[in-house]
């Protein structure tokens, strides 16, 4: 089964948790022939909320799959009085990925994941949960990235926030709409922006409204634990003016537009950082801004120097990157991530070599699977280099532990 056909829920625990709990695992001895056994998964619910008790029978699955991503195995179970759980008679492979995920309080949390090891009887897993609140204080932005690209149509926008919570309880059912509707965060969207899609929306995760939309899923604890992706349509026109305004911190802000197109960003704080080169020839240029306070706004200009469509902008049909033309990582969703992050890095610097965090590939990859979601990138292709992403992201971890 093809990794984007996997409930976005294990998508999610895929992109967040596989390469840390990786590096954490004994390295594993490599597969031999077609060998296979049964064991057993067993592990703890372990409440992170200070001073919470651990609740008993939460609803549990169990998950494997292999390295490429391909779904092997699921069983459900539940936890005892205790708080504990056993999954019995697992049939083990070496090489194969296990993870147990617990729904508590309509959230998911997810243990980490263990390669299983031949001769290996039992897989220690446990499992980290926290109580909810609707004190949104703790919750940021880390980072905000804006991609403008050429539709047919208009000027196509789109927008990745990353986002932490920085407490120990979940966040959710912090705001509502005017409707009723209880939401965890909100965003921004342009006056005159149409066209407006999610990545990662199985059916009402993001709501809506008058100039922003909502997310409805529970931010649990931990850096950069959500990532929310949208995209929109500008309509054809000279100039477009809109704000950000930061519905909680932001920490830093990048915008990437193609260089030379006659297409130009201006706002108060807003600066050319640098200029970053696609491998299929094109240039883009960054544009970068420091934190915003929550409240606060950025007022922005995008300029349009004459008829859009006579302008070097690329459209929609020459993101279809093969892999003749850097297809191996550039693409421009990961660019777009990875500009941020090296000019955050490298501030006015770009002859600097570039050495890639275990928090940026993970992104990466989230991404990745964002253009893979829209159609492109070939699946062979999206395979092998997200596998080669995960383990950069396995060494970075390494060195990050070290």
Known sequence: MKIRKLPILLLLFIVLFIPTSISSAQTPTPP?????????????????????????????????????????????????????????????????????????NDAMYFSESKQAVSGQTSIQLDIPIYEETNDLSNAQIDQLHVLFYNDQYGVEVSEVYVLSNLGDKTIKDALQLEDGTNVTVKFPLPEDATNVSFKGDNGGRFLQFPNGFADT??????????????????????????????????????????????????????????????????????????????????????????????????????????????????ILGIALLFVGWWISKHPGKKDLPITKSFDDLITEIAVLDYAFDRGEIENDDYVNRRLELQQMAKAAKSGKED
């Open 217 to 330: 899923a529970p931010l649990v604890p931990g850096e950069q634990r959500s990532r929310v992706m949208v995209t929109f349509l500008l309509p054809e026109k000279t100039n477009h003016s809109f704000s950000y305004r930061a519905p909680i911190p932001i920490g830093s802000m990048s915008f990437l537009l193609p260089k030379d197109s006659g297409v130009s960003l201006e706002g108060e704080g807003v600066a050319l950082s640098g200029v970053w080169p696609m491998q299929n020839g094109e240039n883009f240029s960054v544009y970068s801004h420091d934190a915003l306070k929550a409240g606060e706004s950025l007022q922005l200009l995008l300029k349009i120097d004459g008829d859009l469509g006579n302008k070097k902008f690329p459209d929609s049909e020459s993101r279809n990157f093969d892999v003749g033309i850097g297809l191996a990582g550039l």
């Open 32 to 104: 031999q022939g077609n060998e296979s056994w049964n064991g057993k998964v067993l592990g703890a619910i372990i409440n992170e909320t200070a001073g919470a008790n651990v609740p008993d029978n939460l609803e549990l699955m169990l998950h494997a799959w292999d390295e490429h991503n391909t779904d092997k195995l699921m069983l459900h179970g539940k936890s005892t009085s205790d708080g504990t759980y056993s999954f019995e008679d697992v049939s083990f492979e070496p090489g194969l990925i296990y993870a147990v995920m617990a729904n508590y």
